[in-house]
Structure formats: C-alpha cells, structure tokens
Nanobody, 121 residues
Framework: QVQLVESGGGLVQAGGSLRLSCAAS?????VGWFRQAPGKEREFVAA????????YYADSVKGRFTISRDNAKNTAYLQMNSLKPEDTAVYYC?????????????????WGQGTQVTVSS
C-alpha cells in the first residue's frame, strides 16, 4: 500500500515560486501531480516515472514547472516558477503502480491529501 503526503503549498505573488514535496511510502511506478481549482475539472500537471526518471508536463506549465525525484528520500518534487494567478488550485500528488496513460488520473491508485497553492495578482 502506498501513502503520500504533500507539503509546500502557500500564498505567493504572481511571478514567484514554490516547491511542492510529495513524500511516498510503499511501491510505486510513477508519481503525478494534478490540480483542481474551484468549479474546474481536475487536470494533469506533471508526472515522473520512478525508474529512469522520464518526465511529462501539461502544456500550460511546460517551461515553468519542473518535476524531480530523490530516490534516497523516496520523495517527488514540483518546482513551480513564474507562477500565474491561473495556477491557483489545490495540488495533489498521486502514485500509479501500473502501466497506462501517464496523463490520465484513472491510472493513479493512491492520492495525497492535497496542498493549496494561491497565486495573487
């Protein structure tokens, strides 16, 4: 069984940066970040395959966000730079233990509690 704990959310001005952390326990194949704003559908943000470290990004964050991992700490990170008000959302990390579409939330079996990111204009 996989358990995930996110941290690092907060309030930041537009153009600022935040780094989210996702501490994982148990076996995982890949870790993804998703976000959901009020009244909006949950959307894919970024993902990383644990073995090999292949990364995937939504077009809306590519070039601004960077996903990484620390195998020793069993932790994934999401470095968010050049933040925009439209990035405001609850951010969730999720773990997948099977092969599938990396960008689809349907393949992720385990989810963290979420961390709020608010970007002011």
């Amino acid at each position: 069984q996989v358990q995930l704990v996110e941290s690092g959310g907060g309030l930041v001005q537009a153009g600022g940066s935040l780094r989210l952390s996702c501490a994982a326990s148990g076996r995982t194949f890949r870790v993804g970040w998703f976000r959901q704003a009020p009244g909006k559908e949950r959307e894919f943000v970024a993902a990383i395959r644990w073995s090999g470290g292949s990364t995937y990004y939504a077009d809306s964050v590519k070039g601004r966000f960077t996903i990484s991992r620390d195998n020793a700490k069993n932790t994934a990170y999401l470095q968010m730079n050049s933040l925009k008000p439209e990035d405001t959302a609850v951010y969730y990390c999720a773990a997948s233990t099977r092969v599938g579409n990396t960008r689809s939330d349907t393949i992720y079996d385990y989810w963290g509690q979420g961390t709020q990111v608010t970007v002011s204009s």
